[in-house]
């Protein structure tokens, strides 16, 4: 099965996924952050998007 490139959205909500451009887009955009602040938190805590968020809220402070 191929992939539908009219579904925007992350194929696992529970993972971030900085590879492929329409996640970054969507990640950066749910976020409210750069992709180089994204690629940072997922470097430092791993890819579940419940850390992510978590590291970059304590970021912003």
Do not use: I
Request: hydrophobic content about 40%; charged content about 30%.
């Amino acid at each position: 099965m191929s992939d539908n490139l009219d579904d925007r959205g992350p194929a696992d909500r529970a993972r971030v996924n900085v590879h492929e451009a329409h996640e970054l887009r969507y990640w950066t955009k749910r976020f409210n952050c750069t992709a180089d602040q994204l690629k940072a938190a997922v470097a430092a805590v791993g890819v579940m998007a419940t850390n992510v968020e978590q590291h970059l809220s304590k970021s912003a402070r």
